[in-house]
C-alpha cells in the first residue's frame, strides 16, 4: 500500500491535526468513547474523524465504527464537511454526515471554536447478524455529546436564563448569577451563538453495506430490493413480502431491475461516443489480459502499436475472452445505428454498455454495482468501490499495480470532477 499512500490514492485530502489543542480535544473525546487516548503529536483525519494514523496506533481499523453499525464521529472543525469519508461499513456515512453538517452548521462552527462534538450515529440495529438487521434501519439518529461538555453548559445556561424570566425572585439569587457569568465565559451569548445542534434524525436511503461481503439495498416505492450472495443469512426469507431479491452473479435479473427502474443509462450515441467509455472499458480489459499473461510485462511504456502487436499475436486469448472484440463490435454498431438492442447482448456483457442514470437519486451506489461487475475496469473500481479495488490491488503483480497507480495519477487525480462528468456523466455542484 505504500505505493497507493505516496500518490494520495488511499487516506488522500485528509485534514492534518497537529495543534496541541486539537489533540487534546480529540482525546476527551476519545475517553467520552470509552477509548484509550491516542500519544501522537499530529494525526490526519476524515470527515468523520477517523484517523488511521489512531486506527494503527490502537490497533483497531474500526475504532469508531464497532460492530460495523452505529457509527461513531469526532468532529474537531466544519473543515471536515468537506473531507472524504475512508472508512466505513456503509455507503451512505457520507451522505448522513453532510446532511448533518449542512442541517447544524451554525451550532457546528460556534461549538467547534472551544470544543470538540462527538457521539455516534445510532439507528434501531446494535449488531448485524442478518439482512433482517439492515433492512430495519429507516432511519438514523446523531447523539451528539462535546468534549469540554460545551453542550451541556449551554443548556445549563439557557435553563437560568429561563428561570430569570419566569421567577420574580431569581435576581436576588446571587449563586445563581454568579454561575451565569461563569457559563457566559465559556460559552459566550447563548442568544447569538446556536450552540446545539437541533437537526438530528435523518432518513436511511438506498445503500450498500460491507457485511456479508456486500449488500446493496434498493428502495423504491412499495419495494425494496437486496442484491448481494445467496449465502448471506437472511436471503429471500427475510421480509419476503416486502424484499425482492436478485443474487450477485444473476446478471440478467440484476439488469432488468436497474432499467426497469431507470437506475441505468443504456447505450446511444450521444453520449457513448463522447465519454468514451467503450474504448476505456476495451482498454483496461486488453491490459488486464496482458498482466494476467505476463505480470512481469511493462503496461507503463505499451503505446497503441505494442498493444495492437499484442492483440494479434495472442488472437486466440483475446477471442477466447471475448470481451475485447464484442467492445469494438459494439463500438461499430453504435458509430452505425447510434443505439444497441440490448435484449440481443448477452447478461454477462450488459454492464459493460452501461452507466448508471447520472440524474437518479442512486447514481453513485448504481455506478458502485455496475463498477463490481466489471472488475477489470480498476478505474471505476476505485471511483465508486474503494473498498473493492484496495482488495484487488493486493492481488495485483507489483509491474501492474506500478500501471495502475500511475493510469489513476495521470488520468482521475488531475482533475476527478471532470474526468467524472466525461466518463460517467456525473454533474456536481
Known amino acids: 500500500m505504500k505505493r497507493l499512500l505516496e500518490a494520495e490514492l488511499i487516506y488522500g485530502r485528509l485534514l492534518d491535526i497537529s495543534e496541541p489543542h486539537l489533540i487534546a480535544r480529540y482525546n476527551k473525546a476519545l475517553e467520552g468513547l470509552g477509548l484509550k487516548p491516542t500519544a501522537l503529536d499530529h494525526f490526519s483525519i476524515d470527515m468523520t474523524g477517523f484517523s488511521p494514523e489512531i486506527a494503527d496506533e490502537l490497533g483497531d481499523r474500526d475504532y469508531l465504527d464497532p460492530n460495523r453499525v452505529n457509527r461513531r464521529f469526532i468532529i474537531l472543525t466544519p473543515a471536515q464537511a468537506d473531507l472524504p469519508v475512508v472508512h466505513t461499513s456503509f455507503s451512505n456515512t457520507a451522505a448522513l454526515m453532510h446532511e448533518f453538517f449542512n442541517a447544524n452548521s451554525r451550532a457546528i462552527n460556534a461549538v467547534t471554536i472551544k470544543d470538540a462534538l462527538y457521539g455516534e450515529i445510532e439507528d434501531s440495529v446494535s449488531v448485524v447478524e442478518d439482512i433482517d438487521d439492515l433492512l430495519s434501519i429507516n432511519e438514523v439518529r446523531f447523539r451528539v455529546l462535546s468534549a469540554e461538555d460545551m453542550l451541556g453548559k449551554a443548556t445549563e445556561l439557557r435553563e437560568l436564563v429561563d428561570r430569570l424570566k419566569k421567577v420574580p425572585t431569581a435576581w436576588a439569587d446571587d449563586a445563581m448569577l454568579n454561575r451565569m457569568v461563569e457559563l457566559a465565559k465559556m460559552t459566550g451569548d447563548i442568544r447569538q451563538n446556536v450552540l446545539v445542534p437541533n437537526e438530528l434524525v435523518f432518513r436511511h436511503e438506498a445503500f450498500w453495506a460491507n457485511h456479508f461481503g456486500g449488500v446493496y439495498v434498493f428502495l423504491d416505492e412499495k419495494t425494496t430490493t437486496v442484491i448481494c450472495d445467496p449465502s448471506v443469512p437472511g436471503f429471500r426469507r427475510s421480509r419476503p413480502w416486502q424484499v425482492s431479491y436478485i443474487a450477485i452473479n444473476d446478471h440478467a435479473r440484476i439488469y432488468e431491475f436497474l432499467a426497469r427502474t431507470n437506475r441505468l443509462q ?61 467492445l469494438q463490435e459494439m463500438a461499430r454498431t453504435i458509430a452505425a445505428t447510434g443505439t444497441i438492442t440490448m435484449a440481443e447482448v448477452p447478461p454477462e456483457h450488459r454492464f459493460l454498455l452501461v452507466r448508471a442514470a447520472p440524474m437518479h437519486t442512486d447514481q453513485w451506489l448504481v455506478n458502485r454495482l455496475i463498477s463490481q461487475l466489471v472488475p477489470r475496469d480498476f478505474v471505476s473500481r476505485f471511483v465508486f468501490d474503494k473498498q473493492g479495488f484496495y482488495d484487488a490491488y493486493e492481488r495485483y503483480s507489483e509491474k501492474f499495480r506500478e500501471y495502475v497507480v500511475a493510469t489513476l495519477t495521470s488520468t482521475y487525480l488531475k482533475d476527478k470532477a471532470a474526468f467524472r462528468h466525461k466518463l460517467y456523466g456525473l454533474k456536481e455542484e
Not at 450521444?270 to 499473461?293: K, P, Y
Not at 511504456?301 to 475472452?321: E, F, G, P
Open 266 to 326: 443504456l447505450p446511444q450515441a450521444s453520449w457513448v461516443q463522447e465519454s468514451g467509455l467503450f474504448q476505456h472499458r476495451a482498454d483496461m480489459i486488453i491490459r488486464g489480459l496482458i498482466n494476467d499473461t505476463d505480470p512481469t510485462a511493462d503496461l507503463m511504456n505499451a503505446d497503441r502499436i505494442w498493444l495492437q502487436t499484442w492483440i494479434h499475436r495472442n488472437a486466440a486469448l483475446v477471442s477466447r475472452d471475448g470481451t475485447y472484440p464484442f
